[in-house]
């Protein structure tokens, strides 16, 4: 099946702690159906030092499944689900919300 959500996509967080928050998304973990968001689903983690980072308290991001993420709308910012349209043979992810194409 076509990847509905893709790298840098703006993305709209649906459920948890930090619903209604967006962000782009970073990168996808496809085997485990999550998503890492820019500036969502921070968690703080206690690192070693190492030779190339100091040892302290480290702030990062912290997957999402792809389930609880919407694509933001590019007329209005809101949710929007993600549809698919074959225009001059070439297929197209569509903004259901709005109807506008989807570049990438």
């Known amino acids: 099946m076509a990847a509905k959500l893709k790298k840098g996509d703006k ?4 459920t948890g702690k930090d619903k209604g ?14 998503a890492l968001v820019g500036g969502v689903n921070l968690v703080r983690r206690h690192t070693k030092q190492s030779a190339s980072q100091e040892a302290g308290i480290v702030s990062k991001e912290a997957s999402l499944h ?3 993420l919407a694509y933001a709308d590019p007329k209005d910012g809101k949710p929007s689900r993600v549809g698919f349209e074959i225009k001059d043979g070439k297929k197209h ?3 259901k919300r709005s109807g506008e194409v989807i570049n990438g």
């Open 93 to 95: 992810r569509i903004a």
């Open 21 to 34: 928050k967006t962000g782009e998304i970073l990168q996808i973990l496809v085997e485990k159906n999550r």
């Open 66 to 68: 792809l389930s609880n």
């Open 11 to 14: 993305v709209v967080v649906l």
